[in-house]
């Protein structure tokens, strides 16, 4: 039964349902027009911003059930600027990985290669780009990582072991990203694959958050700043 329990707590925080509830007032807003979501920066980071307000309900809903607090999953700062500077430390590294796995689809699966992220491509002012930094911070910075940390927890003591949770939600996690195509699906894979590493290793959210909305928000501003948008 604590499987069953966990698994079904898994699916309730995994961001299934807080979607499904999310796209529901724009569904009734857009109408025909849903595609909007996707193409205009104020609906998408609308959406994101309701999503995780979502997810952060269930969650907190959950562990409150359980008598467990988010400093339980890593929420806490002891060791802060320890892990205030691996979380920095990683983001070189993420670049690095981008600009790697970038150069592999290009070369190796031209067929799959994704010159830009068409997320960025919807971002036109510099009000639209701040409203797009704060979401993906919220979002991305931190209600992936508050995801990612009780899921990981779950399998760690219910579903199998850390190890297989964070295979599976690296793979879950890549797939969320599919309107980035499979260039961006397997980035985030390796994304979550390291995120995940880092938080098992270190018990703490503040590197994982910290890398995760460092690295989001430089990639927005250096899209702004130097790509041909501008001219």
Excluded: C
């Excluded at 698994?7 to 961001?15: H, P």
């Excluded at 595609?35 to 911003?49: E, P, T």
């Excluded at 060791?79 to 993420?94: D, E, T």
């Amino acid at each position: 039964m604590d499987r069953f329990q966990a698994l079904f707590e898994v699916l309730l925080v995994s961001g299934l349902i807080s979607s499904i509830l999310a796209a529901l007032p724009f569904s009734f807003l857009l109408g025909k027009n849903a595609g909007l979501l996707l193409r205009d920066v104020r609906f998408l980071s609308m959406f994101l911003l309701l999503e995780s307000g979502i997810t952060f309900l269930l969650l907190k809903v959950v562990l409150k059930a359980h008598g467990e607090t988010l400093r339980g999953l890593g929420w806490r700062w002891d060791r802060w600027r320890f892990n205030l500077g691996l979380g920095l430390a990683l983001v070189p590294l993420l670049f690095l990985i981008n600009a790697a796995v970038s150069l592999v689809f290009r070369v190796y699966l031209p067929q799959y290669y994704t010159e830009r992220n068409p997320l960025m491509e919807i971002i036109h002012t510099p009000q639209q780009l701040a409203l797009f930094i704060f979401a993906a911070l919220i979002a991305g910075g931190f209600k992936e990582e508050l995801q990612r940390a009780f899921i990981l927890n779950k399998f760690r003591r219910f579903l199998g072991g850390a190890a297989a949770g964070l295979i599976l939600w690296s793979l879950a996690f890549g797939a969320g990203h599919y309107v980035q195509g499979v260039q961006g699906v397997f980035l985030a894979s390796v994304y979550g694959l390291l995120f995940g590493i880092v938080y098992l290793m270190s018990g703490s959210l503040v590197a994982p958050i910290v890398a995760h909305g460092a690295y989001d928000t430089l990639a927005l501003l250096g899209y702004w700043l130097f790509s041909d948008h501008l001219k």
